[in-house]
């Protein structure tokens, strides 16, 4: 017979395996999303290498063999592969975050989105030498990232409280 702690711990294992889940699949849905906004509105110029390829080089990875092709274009997985998991591992922190404080959903979760994807624009990126100095960012890249982790952010929330609707609370 279980204890009441171990069905606690249990329900707990349960709902964080939930939370991850919503967040890899929230992650990947909202990668997609942020790439097509990216088409729409590049955020740089064509000759400026994305911060995903400098950093798989800074890691020793040969960026420019990461292709396949599809329709007749040159796509880099290895880049995309970057852009994917960097918006699935921060869409599992917010799933985590959003379940142990509803705070941080506040206003579709823009505010934390925002505070990412600048964050990791104007800070990370820099620090570690693989974007440019907030300085050197055009005006259309500040449109292209802050339209696109708006509706980045968004379609996580959105994703987490689909996959989440039949739980207690979301």
Sequence with gaps: MKSEGDIQKLQ????????????????VISAFVKSGVETLLPPRLPNVTPPPISLLER????ATSMT??????????GGNGVHILFSVVIAVIYCLLVHANTIFRVWQGIPFGLAMGLGAHLIVLPIIGVGPMFWNIPFEGYVSEIVGTIFWIWTIECVRRAILADSQSY
Excluded: C, E, K, P
């Design 12 to 27: 707990s294992s349960r709902r964080t395996h939930q939370l991850i889940g919503a967040g890899v699949a929230a992650g």
């Design 59 to 62: 890691l020793g990875f040969d």
């Design 68 to 77: 396949y092709h599809f329709s007749d274009q040159v796509v880099n997985w």
